[in-house]
């Protein structure tokens, strides 16, 4: 027997119904095939069993035993789309979560602001509702120990609601091919008790977090292709340049800091460092503000002039 771990309500609804499932397919089947072995015993060739017309007429058996099966088999539609409708319910209280998939992150925005990346706190036995869409291509969000799998889908807001019933750490999956790091996208859904989640909640976001994310836009926005030591392109390295003087083709010098990269972002027209080919695409329209805001926090903190 495996050990199933049930972590959530919809778990444990989900099993109810496939264990119902499955025993009304068992009982048919041995049902279909009992009778087959009866009736093959019972009329073989020579046997003195009655061979009479049945008492009553064929098609009552026939219509009997359609609408019997149809029905019994219409409950269980009946129960998983009751269970399905309440996994969208966008009425009564819960704990709002937003979430938004993107080449290849879960990007998780707590009810307070808070922000977590391939990760996702909610508090134990609270209604939790999550709102989730994706930035650019069909992901799918994938739950196992919560039984909760559901397409995010660019463009369209799909709600996931449920209470988590037991604490622990546990995985979460990108279940929809959705590019090159598909397999790399995956996290963990974190279940605190409700005092520990709300002390997680009101904590500053550990600096690291903000790095590893801003360092993921940098890959995610293609900024590694061109600007990483030993790219093929013909582009600064970032290293050691935060805080660095540098010339200009018109013989001035700028400073590298946050403005200077803003412009090289969003004006790259307006930026012209010596000795480099005026090649930079702008980014205006590409990168939204919040993500411009932490990719200079990352290239300010991780590669700053010594
Ligand atoms: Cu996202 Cu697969």
Same mark, same amino acid.
């Given at each position: 027997m495996i050990a199933l771990i049930e972590a959530s309500n919809r778990a444990a609804q989900v099993d109810r119904l496939a264990a119902w499932l499955l025993a009304a397919s068992g009982f048919v089947v041995l049902l279909v095939f009992g009778l087959i072995v009866i009736? *093959? +015993?019972r009329y073989r060739r020579g046997s003195k069993a009655s061979r009479a017309p &049945?008492?009553?007429a064929e098609w009552k058996v026939e219509a009997g035993w359609i609408a019997g099966t149809t029905l019994g088999f219409l409950a269980f539609f009946f129960f998983g789309a009751r269970l399905f409708v309440a996994m969208e319910d966008a009425s009564g209280p819960a704990d709002e979560i937003r979430v938004v998939g993107r080449q290849w992150m879960? @990007?998780?925005?707590?009810p307070n602001g808070r922000r977590e990346f391939d990760t996702l706190h909610v508090p134990l036995g609270t209604r939790?509702? &999550?709102?989730m869409t994706s930035e650019d291509v069909i992901h799918s969000f994938f739950v196992p120990d919560f039984r909760l799998k559901q397409d995010v889908i660019p463009g369209k807001e799909v709600l996931l609601v449920f209470t988590a019933t037991r604490t622990g750490r546990f995985p979460l999956f990108c279940t929809e091919y959705c590019g090159s790091k598909h397999a790399q996208m995956k996290g963990e859904v974190i279940v605190q008790r409700p005092e520990d989640y709300a002390r997680w909640m009101a904590n500053a976001q550990p600096p690291a977090e903000v790095l590893a994310h801003g360092h993921n836009l940098f890959l995610h926005y293609g900024c590694s292709g061109c600007? @990483?030591?030993g790219s093929i392109v013909h582009a600064p390295s970032l290293e050691g340049l935060?805080? *660095?003087t540098v010339p200009m083709a018109d013989g001035t010098f700028r400073r590298v800091d946050a403005t200077y990269l803003r412009d090289c972002i969003l004006n790259p027209?307006? +930026?012209r460092p010596a000795g480099y080919p005026p090649v930079m695409p702008s980014f205006r329209g590409v990168v939204p503000e919040s993500d411009l805001t932490e990719i200079i926090a990352y290239l300010e903190g991780s590669v700053a002039a010594p």
């Amino acid at each position: 027997m495996i050990a199933l771990i049930e972590a959530s309500n919809r778990a444990a609804q989900v099993d109810r119904l496939a264990a119902w499932l499955l025993a009304a397919s068992g009982f048919v089947v041995l049902l279909v095939f009992g009778l087959i072995v009866i009736f *093959a +015993v019972r009329y073989r060739r020579g046997s003195k069993a009655s061979r009479a017309p &049945l008492p009553i007429a064929e098609w009552k058996v026939e219509a009997g035993w359609i609408a019997g099966t149809t029905l019994g088999f219409l409950a269980f539609f009946f129960f998983g789309a009751r269970l399905f409708v309440a996994m969208e319910d966008a009425s009564g209280p819960a704990d709002e979560i937003r979430v938004v998939g993107r080449q290849w992150m879960w @990007d998780v925005r707590q009810p307070n602001g808070r922000r977590e990346f391939d990760t996702l706190h909610v508090p134990l036995g609270t209604r939790v509702r &999550l709102r989730m869409t994706s930035e650019d291509v069909i992901h799918s969000f994938f739950v196992p120990d919560f039984r909760l799998k559901q397409d995010v889908i660019p463009g369209k807001e799909v709600l996931l609601v449920f209470t988590a019933t037991r604490t622990g750490r546990f995985p979460l999956f990108c279940t929809e091919y959705c590019g090159s790091k598909h397999a790399q996208m995956k996290g963990e859904v974190i279940v605190q008790r409700p005092e520990d989640y709300a002390r997680w909640m009101a904590n500053a976001q550990p600096p690291a977090e903000v790095l590893a994310h801003g360092h993921n836009l940098f890959l995610h926005y293609g900024c590694s292709g061109c600007h @990483d030591r030993g790219s093929i392109v013909h582009a600064p390295s970032l290293e050691g340049l935060y805080g *660095a003087t540098v010339p200009m083709a018109d013989g001035t010098f700028r400073r590298v800091d946050a403005t200077y990269l803003r412009d090289c972002i969003l004006n790259p027209e307006t +930026v012209r460092p010596a000795g480099y080919p005026p090649v930079m695409p702008s980014f205006r329209g590409v990168v939204p503000e919040s993500d411009l805001t932490e990719i200079i926090a990352y290239l300010e903190g991780s590669v700053a002039a010594p």
